[in-house]
């Protein structure tokens, strides 16, 4: 099921709210593999920032991991900056139930302690299991349980609502 969603203007009214927030010379921005990374590349080009771009990879910090049955394509998390007493600004693409974002912020604090962190989503499901929240959305999409929002890229960037299958 496709859905009409433009995502460049998402990413634009995400680039718009945080700009007058962000240094461009100290802000450190971090995507989450894989949607995160692609919402990240965007922002970062559209906010300017000079630090490179980090990317991390959750898998193994999920508290889920066996129970939803995920075989990951497991990649090496790369921060290319020191995290300690940073602003960093944490990307993802959908924030639904917080696991992911638990998981990242468990990675991050791996390596160091950052000053602050902000998190920022294209979409925002507005349903959790865990008391995480994001700090700018683009995008608030209550959706019915049985249906999931994917972003499909990387070029172009595209939002799909689909319905997940039911198992017998």
């Known amino acids: 099921m496709n859905s009409c969603f433009d995502v460049d203007a998402l990413l634009d009214t995400l680039a718009g709210r945080l700009r007058p927030l962000v240094d461009p010379t100290a802000t450190a921005m971090i995507g989450i593999f894989t949607g995160g990374v692609w919402v990240a590349h965007a922002l970062h080009r559209r906010l300017g920032l000079e630090l490179p771009l980090g990317e991390l990879d959750i898998s193994f910090y999920r508290d889920d991991f066996s129970r939803i049955g995920l075989h990951p394509e497991v990649r090496a998390s790369r921060l290319p900056f020191d995290v300690e007493d940073r602003d960093i600004l944490l990307v993802d693409d959908v924030l639904y139930t917080g696991r992911t974002v638990r ?26 299991e865990l008391p995480i929240a994001a700090d700018f959305s683009a995008l608030q999409l209550p959706l019915d349980s049985g249906q999931e929002i994917k972003l499909m890229g990387p070029e172009p960037l595209r939002l799909e609502i689909q319905t997940r299958e039911t198992r017998a």
């Open 103 to 128: 998981a990242a912020l468990n990675e991050i604090f791996d390596y160091g302690r950052p000053r602050r962190i902000r998190l920022v989503v294209l979409v925002d499901r507005c349903s959790r």
